[in-house]
């Protein structure tokens, strides 16, 4: 006898006899055609800060990866486990997806321990800690900085570390050729969980702001 927690299959059984029925005939020809998603979204493990609920998406509708902190690592081939760069190869080559957006979020606990150099190792592994290292220049920049409050620092670096993965995705040559040609876009947001904005990335300044949603 297979068991999943209580609240999962509460949950479950809610979109069994509620969402699916609804939606049972896009799910059915989702199966029968395949997915064929317009838009990736790298976001955060976060529980606070789901893709699908914040654009309020449906089946097919986004190919999501979700890591912590939503980070992009440069290109490279080098023969190790590359989980990230294996979906964006795949939604860039495969499905061909036309937008990329690199959603980060508030409150990020992996960009607060970028930021927290004191903390010890959660594991000896330290996976987190060799994970975020990616940003540890970006990190130590921001640290500096004395005249920012924490909270101030900690949005700095939610915002700066967007920017980042946005620069290695064009590390990456099937996504610069194709945005070269205009057939992908790359697009940052930042997700506030207090008050549920989302700010998007201006493409030629690289602020965020708020979009004009009607
Ligand atoms: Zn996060």
């Known amino acids: 006898m297979p068991h999943l927690p209580e609240h999962l299959l509460a949950g ?4 069994i006899n509620g969402r699916y029925v609804a939606e049972s005939g896009h799910y059915k ?11 990736m979204i790298v976001a955060c493990c976060d529980s606070r800060a789901a893709p699908e609920v914040i654009f309020n998406a449906g089946p097919g509708e986004l190919f999501v990866l979700r890591n912590v ?3 992009v690592p440069p290109y490279a081939p080098d023969g190790e486990y590359h989980s990230t760069s294996a979906a964006l190869e795949f939604a860039v080559q495969s499905l061909k997806v036309k937008n990329i957006v690199v959603m980060g979020h508030g409150r990020c606990g992996g960009i607060r321990s970028a930021l927290d150099t004191t903390s010890a190792p959660l594991s000896p592994g330290d996976f987190i800690g060799k994970w975020m290292s990616l940003i540890a220049p970006a990190a130590e920049a921001v640290s500096a900085s ?8 900690q949005t700095a670096l939610e915002r700066i570390s967007i920017r980042y993965s946005i620069a290695n995705l064009r590390t990456f040559p099937c996504v610069s050729i194709l945005e070269g040609k205009g057939r992908i876009a790359l697009h940052g947001a930042w997700f506030d969980i207090s ?11 690289g602020d965020f702001e708020k979009p004009d949603i009607g």
Do not use: C, D, H, I
């Open 12 to 15: 479950y059984r809610s979109f």
């Open 29 to 39: 020809s989702l199966a029968r055609e395949g997915q064929a998603p317009e838009t």
């Open 69 to 71: 902190a939503n980070l």
């Open 146 to 153: 004395t005249m920012m409050t924490t909270t101030e620092r």
């Open 195 to 205: 008050t549920g904005e989302l700010w998007v990335m201006n493409k030629e300044t």
